[in-house]
């Protein structure tokens, strides 16, 4: 029986079993919005208005703030933008809680995590920076023996560009876990967090309700929302790893559609939003950690902060399972440029160049014809991080990527597909054909070029590659040169060079 409050759903034996990897998330003929393991129920529909209540009754009816709310209730205010702004971008929900948000003990300094960057201004001298490619392999996730971890501990900055007090700017985390958050809490009040699940299964508690998150998943966070995550034990026996994109000063929006019409790529009726639930197990004391710039304050509190009854507006977290978009690609020649692939695109200040874009690349069909089908070797004005979720090793830019790793490349880097299956693919019988089968893999394009951290490319211990061998390219040979019909053109004209006039 599944309930509409925010309750946990129960499935019975037709729940269709998920395999994964699968080639698309409609080939599980499942008849519920989300995987089996998930137990909450959702609300849909990116950019929506949307409001929820666990109690029948406790949304206030053509008002905010009555002057007493139903139940007893407070209601609380919280804006993602300012007053003023257009409509288009105005942010804000209005919550209905026990206690406001406000009933807690003063801040003082907590104790921070040394792997956290905010800063990526030239100036700070601890950052390097990365002119070419290079390949993490998967990054540890602590073992339970070595003491907890939770995620505010667990979070590492692996790089970025900008400052959260310019408000512009991004930056790359990883996550890497082995125990929940009992009776805490977390604030980031610099930015907007993107977290993609890689390892593991998470429950987030967040004010508004809970959102179950696993691999294929990404989850986005806003700015000065409070939220706990918590590992479900049953599909993490290693602990849980995943990626966290930082936007500072931005948020993520679907990429316009153009020609392509009214559906395609991530379909708004996908992204899903929770729905009205409380704590009521957890007693004792509270401690809510916050995070500005690189530091973090903590305040106590005698009561859980997952106490809102009831909400309504935008400025909500949401989820997406990356197995539903709806991949576009030629359907004639060519290799089309990868932003056909993008879920989410953050802008910048630029109105041409985003800050972010955030792709996915999943099981889909190959059919171009007269055409070399992998990626075409380029250099491309965004820098380009790329992240596999699950599948085999190899298949990106060197044999170390792997699931839980990572790669970049800096802007106007060349670079491009490196094997043998490369070269055979310019004399391969082209057939449609299904890629990646078995593999997702993200990528963020972003406008910037990053600065990395010491412990990216030092402490984390997994850094495997600055740039890719020289050797590695004898796969790929200078063919032109040793094409008879363009030397005896040459010859004609004068342009034969000097190796080649004594062949």
Known sequence: MASTNGHTATHDAT??????????????????ATRPEDPYEYLCGFGNEHQSELVPGALPIGQNSPQKCPYGLYAEQIT????AANRANTMRNFLYRRRPAAVHHSYSRAEDNPTLTASFLPKNEELHTIPSQVSWTAFEIPPKSAG???FTQGLHTLGGSGHPHLREGIAYHIFAINNSMPNKAFMNIDGDFLLVAQEGHLDIMTEFGHI??????????QRGLRFQVNIVEKYSPNGARGYVVETWGTKWELPELGPLGGYGLGNSRDFLFPTADIDTSSTGEWT?????????YAALQPHTPFDVVAWHGNYIPYKYDMTKFVAQNTASVDHTDPSINTVLTAKSRDENAPLADFLVFGPRWDVAENTFRPPYFHRNCASEFLAKIYGPSGGGRSEVFVPGGASYESGFTPHGSIDEKTIAAMDAKLEPRKIFLGSLVIMLESCRSLLFTDWAMKDSGVLAAEDISADAWDVIPDRFGENEEAQKYLRAIGKLSPVQQKK
Do not use: N
């Not at 993602?80 to 007053?83: A, Q």
């Not at 809510?288 to 973090?296: C, E, N, R, W």
């Open 15 to 32: 729940t269709p079993s998920f395999r994964q990897p699968i080639f698309h998330w409609t080939d599980a003929g499942s008849k519920k």
């Open 148 to 150: 907890a971890v939770d």
């Open 80 to 83: 993602g933008s300012s007053f």
């Open 212 to 221: 179950y998150l696993q691999p294929s998943e990404l989850c986005v966070i």
């Open 288 to 296: 809510i950690v916050t995070k500005q710039l690189h530091k973090y």
